[in-house]
């Protein structure tokens, strides 16, 4: 059997797959992302895929591999990506890998939230270009977490690690929003399920966790951004098409809301000259929320894992139910 790997990824995962003897691997061996024609190229004939969330695979892929194409692992827990429908149809089995990025991605988020509502970037260049005089009663002010309300749009697992790490900073409520309650896992910070309006209305820091869907695509947007109070700061790590950048750069030039971070941006990488990135209230990092040495490993382990299960035929360790 033969699989092919979409990118170089951490040597873990490598090493699984060329020491199990199960595929002979072909591999695009580089950290950008594989061209369309080599894509198209490289997945003909193939009985196993590992891609990327950078990798569009859509029925054009799937028709390049064939039949032959079993199995899709994907080294994401997110599959926007991946032309599910399309996938069911053709019989073709997916593993992803979630659980193992929770955690990396709730600090990241945390950690996204602090510098946006402290202004940790803007004062770094501050004191880089001279503009730091003297100790100012009012300078560099920023907003605390300490008795604040915070919603969380999508009170997944990472949602609700997220919640999990903000709760000793002393945030008074939390509130959440989704497709439906999950009182189950509220409990932990009673948290309250309201409307995506109330949400926007009461909270002082809104964190987006949910995945990308029809649903939620664009739900940000004009009328979420005129309901936050004008001292709120929006902070998403979900998927960049969750937000309407748009209305966000409205919202924030207008100082209809205070600030926000963003993990994830449409498109990805954004452009140097995207409106977003001349704003001092917007901090944007170029999605690193897993980014870490053990997580990343770990997710190529996983992946691995997945592709070979597949091909053997055997139950994955992380499998989407189509």
Same mark, same amino acid.
């Given at each position: 059997?033969q699989?092919?790997?979409?990118?170089?990824?951490?040597?873990e995962?490598l090493?699984?797959l060329?020491?199990?003897?199960?595929c002979?691997?072909?591999?695009?061996?580089?950290?950008?992302?594989?061209?369309?024609?080599?894509?198209?190229? +490289?997945?003909?004939?193939?009985?196993?895929?590992?891609?990327?969330?950078?990798?569009?695979?859509?029925?054009?892929?799937?028709?390049?591999a064939?039949?032959?194409?079993?199995?899709?692992?994907?080294?994401?827990?997110?599959?926007?990506?991946?032309?599910?429908?399309?996938?069911?149809?053709? +019989?073709?089995?997916?593993?992803?890998?979630?659980?193992?990025?929770?955690?990396?991605t709730?600090?990241?988020s945390?950690?996204?939230?602090?510098?946006?509502?402290?202004?940790?970037?803007?004062?770094?260049e501050?004191?880089?270009?001279?503009?730091?005089?003297?100790?100012?009663?009012?300078?560099?002010?920023?907003?605390?977490?300490?008795?604040?309300?915070? +919603?969380?749009?999508?009170? +997944?697992?990472?949602g609700?690690?997220?919640?999990r790490?903000?709760?000793?900073f002393?945030?008074k409520k939390?509130?959440?929003?989704?497709?439906?309650?999950?009182?189950?896992?509220?409990?932990?910070?009673?948290?309250?399920?309201v409307?995506l309006?109330k949400?926007?209305?009461?909270?002082?820091?809104?964190?987006?966790?949910?995945?990308?869907?029809?649903?939620?695509?664009g739900m940000?947007n004009?009328?979420?951004?005129?309901?936050m109070?004008?001292?709120?700061?929006?902070?998403?790590?979900?998927?960049?098409?969750?937000?309407?950048?748009?209305?966000?750069?409205q919202?924030?030039?207008?100082?209809?809301?205070?600030?926000a971070?963003?993990?994830?941006?449409?498109?990805?990488?954004?452009?140097?000259?995207?409106?977003?990135?001349?704003?001092?209230?917007?901090?944007?990092?170029?999605?690193?929320g897993?980014?870490?040495?053990?997580?990343?490993?770990?997710?190529?382990?996983?992946?691995?894992?997945?592709?070979l299960?597949?091909?053997k035929g055997?139950?994955?360790?992380?499998?989407l139910q189509?």
């Amino acid at each position: 059997m033969q699989a092919f790997v979409t990118r170089r990824i951490p040597r873990e995962g490598l090493a699984a797959l060329s020491q199990a003897g199960v595929c002979s691997i072909q591999q695009w061996d580089s950290d950008e992302p594989i061209p369309r024609s080599e894509l198209l190229a +490289g997945v003909a004939g193939k009985h196993g895929l590992l891609c990327l969330l950078s990798d569009r695979i859509d029925k054009e892929v799937l028709d390049a591999a064939g039949s032959n194409l079993k199995i899709i692992s994907t080294l994401s827990v997110g599959v926007d990506h991946l032309a599910l429908e399309e996938i069911k149809k053709r +019989g073709i089995r997916v593993g992803y890998t979630p659980d193992i990025l929770t955690d990396a991605t709730a600090e990241l988020s945390v950690a996204l939230l602090l510098a946006t509502c402290r202004r940790l970037p803007e004062s770094v260049e501050e004191v880089k270009n001279g503009g730091w005089t003297t100790w100012k009663p009012l300078w560099m002010c920023g907003y605390g977490l300490s008795d604040s309300t915070v +919603g969380i749009i999508g009170l +997944g697992r990472i949602g609700q690690a997220v919640a999990r790490r903000l709760k000793p900073f002393g945030v008074k409520k939390f509130l959440y929003t989704g497709s439906r309650p999950k009182p189950e896992s509220a409990v932990e910070f009673q948290a309250d399920f309201v409307p995506l309006a109330k949400l926007a209305e009461e909270s002082d820091f809104v964190v987006v966790t949910c995945s990308l869907t029809p649903d939620t695509k664009g739900m940000c947007n004009k009328d979420f951004f005129s309901r936050m109070k004008k001292t709120s700061v929006l902070i998403n790590t979900s998927r960049g098409a969750v937000v309407n950048q748009e209305d966000l750069y409205q919202a924030l030039v207008s100082g209809q809301i205070a600030a926000a971070g963003l993990d994830v941006t449409t498109p990805e990488p954004l452009p140097t000259d995207h409106p977003l990135l001349s704003l001092k209230n917007c901090v944007i990092l170029p999605h690193i929320g897993s980014a870490t040495y053990a997580t990343r490993s770990a997710m190529s382990v996983l992946s691995a894992n997945n592709l070979l299960a597949g091909l053997k035929g055997e139950n994955m360790p992380s499998e989407l139910q189509l």
